[in-house]
């Protein structure tokens, strides 16, 4: 269980560190249009990335 919980966030942080090192400015202007949004639109982003990340893991594990 915790073996799975350490690979679940080293791919995280595999796929977070990509984005930082390939494509800098493209997440600046990620971040810029995050800031535009509002709370609202910002969470339900949120809620729909946890929603399919729990779909993913569930199927994954059937």
Known sequence: M???VVFG???V???EGLV???APSRLDDLV???AAMSR???RLIGLVALALGVV???MSRG
Do not use: H
């Open 2 to 4: 915790i073996s799975t």
């Open 9 to 11: 966030i080293g791919l």
């Open 13 to 15: 942080l595999v796929i």
């Open 20 to 22: 930082f090192a390939l």
């Open 32 to 34: 810029a249009m995050m």
């Open 40 to 42: 609202d639109q910002r």
């Open 56 to 58: 993913l893991v569930w």
